[in-house]
């Protein structure tokens, strides 16, 4: 069974950085895509950025430019570097997992292919 554990959330200002991590265990790490998602108070799980085992990336449209993802095969580690924060940007932040099938865009961007999700990381950004 695959396990996620985010780490490294926290108060930072707006402007500033923060960086988060998913540590993965369970499963063959790089067999699987890591997504992260994050959801605001009364808001819809969004979509933040994803990474596949090949290292192929992709990020929301509010996160472009200003987050990055990157993952280490050999610590079974996934990380969000956020720079640029927004007050908009605060949010629980949860990893997410699937086997990768193939890469698709759509199923890398979509919560319902992830059936594996850490329990989130508290990110509040102060104006």
């Known amino acids: 069974q695959v396990q996620l554990v985010e780490s490294g959330g926290g108060l930072v200002q707006a402007g500033g950085s923060l960086s988060i991590s998913c540590s993965f265990s369970g499963r063959t790490f790089s067999m699987y895509i890591i997504g992260w998602f994050r959801q605001a108070p009364g808001e819809e799980r969004e979509f933040t950025a994803a990474i596949n085992p090949s290292d192929n990336k992709l990020y929301g449209d509010s996160v472009k430019g200003r987050f990055s993802i990157s993952r280490d095969n050999s610590n079974n580690t996934v990380w969000l570097q956020m720079n640029s924060v927004k007050p908009e940007d605060t949010a629980v932040y949860y990893c997410?997992?699937?086997?990768?099938?193939?890469?698709?865009?759509?199923?890398?961007?979509?919560?319902?292919?992830?059936?594996?999700w850490g329990q989130g990381a508290q990110v509040t950004v102060s104006a």
């Open positions: 997410a997992a699937q086997l990768l099938i193939g890469w698709s865009v759509g199923r890398a961007l979509d919560a319902r292919s992830y059936p594996y």
